[in-house]
Every structure is written in C-alpha cells, then in structure tokens.
C-alpha cells in the first residue's frame, strides 16, 4: 500500500527566511504527487502537484517542489517566507494510472512564521 | 472564483444521533468525495461518487456511512447512529475529471462533535 511521510510535525522560521518541508513516499512505480496548503478555518487548497515531465514543479503563492525518485521525495520549498504563509502543509500521493486515484495524505507539518 | 461550500460549519451531536452534513459541489464538476479528520491526524479519505452512484469507499466508511446526491447541486454524507470516534473533520470536495490527474477542490469542512 502506499503511503505518505512528513517526518515534521512543526516548522518554526522567521519571516523571509526560506523554508523545505519535507515528503517522503512509498510506492513502487512513480505516483502523482500534491501539496496542499490548510489555512485555519479553510478547506485544502492545492499549491501543486506533479504527474510526469520536468522534476521541479511550480505552484502558487511563489512554492515549488521537486521530485526526487531515488529518494521518493517530493519537498516543498519557498525562498523567502510570509507570515500569511503559517498554515499546515500536507503531502499526497495517488498511484497514478492503473491503479487508485484516490489520494494517500500525510499527517501534516504545520508551520509557523516568527515576524 | 468557484468554490465548494459546506454546512454547517460546526454540528454537535448526542451519540447514536443520526447526521447529515451538506456540500455544494463546484456546479460543472462530476466527480464528488468525502474525506474526514480526526484532530491531529491524517485527512482519511471516505468515498467517491460519480454517475449517481459510489465509485471507490474506504474500509471507513461502512454501513453507518451512506452518500446521496438528492438534487443537482448538494451531496450529502449521512450518518446513522453517531460514535465517539466519528468526532472529526469532514471535508467535501468535487474535480471536473476523472481524480487521477485533476485537480479535487476542497469545501472549508464540518467540524462534527460527537458527545
């Protein structure tokens, strides 16, 4: 079965440092691969995802992630952080074609932005 | 912007209650789940529903659990006789497409209290 790990619960940084939340995941072939965003009070809001092609991928809000397969890793990553950016991040995994689409959650890393 | 909205926002309950949590899909999307959270862990997913009928469930969501699409704008999650343990997060969230590749958006959530 596959399943999703954010090795992080909490991620403290200061505001216009840059940040790396870390995922890891276990399947055999190469899934597709999200980050979600949870703004308090909000539903899950997509910042990107990665299905095939270039291993860097852009979202929104100025995030981007990059695939590793050697390391089953999809870390996201932002240069320089806001204070609106304190939310918790989660990391999903669908098997792709073939298999389920439904998508395998991590249990989240929540991040927090000292001013 | 579309969006997927959920009521009520927050539904307390008496054990062995029966609720309903209401969703309005994003109105030109076909494919519609439910995903719960229990606080301080994964979002799980429930069920998918496509065509008027269930399309993949989860070993979570058995008998107590049921799904209906009773007009053209809501789905609902139904649950008979309320436990302790259903306490959670309920998500809503709808895709245009088939899951594996597009993009599921999800609804603010249902915080279900169970006493």
């Known amino acids: 079965a596959q399943s999703v790990t954010q090795p992080d619960i909490h991620i403290t940084v200061s505001e216009g440092a840059s940040l790396e939340l870390r995922c890891n995941y276990s399947?055999?072939?190469?899934?597709?691969l999200f980050w979600y965003v949870q703004s308090p009070g909000q539903g899950l809001q997509l910042l990107l995802k990665?299905?095939?092609?270039?291993?860097l991928v852009q979202g929104i809000k100025g995030f981007e992630a990059e695939f590793k397969r050697s390391q089953s890793s999809f870390n996201l990553r932002k240069p320089s952080v806001h204070w609106s950016d304190a939310a918790e991040y989660f990391c999903?995994?669908?098997?792709?074609?073939?298999?389920?689409?439904?998508?395998?959650f991590g249990r989240g890393t929540s991040l927090i932005v000292h001013p | 912007e579309p969006e997927v909205t959920q009521t009520p926002s927050h539904q307390v309950t008496q054990m062995g209650q029966e609720v309903i949590l209401r969703c309005v899909p994003i109105?030109?999307?076909?494919?519609f789940y439910w995903y719960r959270q229990i606080l301080g862990q994964k979002v799980e997913f429930l069920v998918s529903?496509?065509?008027?009928?269930?399309?993949?469930k989860s070993e979570i969501f058995d008998d107590q659990f049921s799904v209906e699409r009773p007009d053209g704008s809501n789905f609902t999650l139904k649950i008979r006789s309320t436990k302790l343990e259903d306490s959670a997060m309920y998500f809503c969230?709808?895709?245009?497409?088939?899951?594996?590749?597009?993009?599921?958006?999800f609804g603010p959530g249902t915080r279900l209290t169970v006493l």
């Open positions: 969230a709808s895709s245009e497409l088939q899951p594996d590749t597009d993009t599921q958006y």
């Open positions: 399947y055999g072939a190469t899934p597709y």
């Open positions: 990665y299905f095939s092609g270039d291993t």
């Open positions: 999903a995994v669908v098997r792709g074609a073939g298999g389920s689409y439904i998508p395998t």
């Open positions: 109105s030109n999307h076909l494919y």
């Open positions: 529903f496509y065509n008027n009928e269930i399309s993949e």
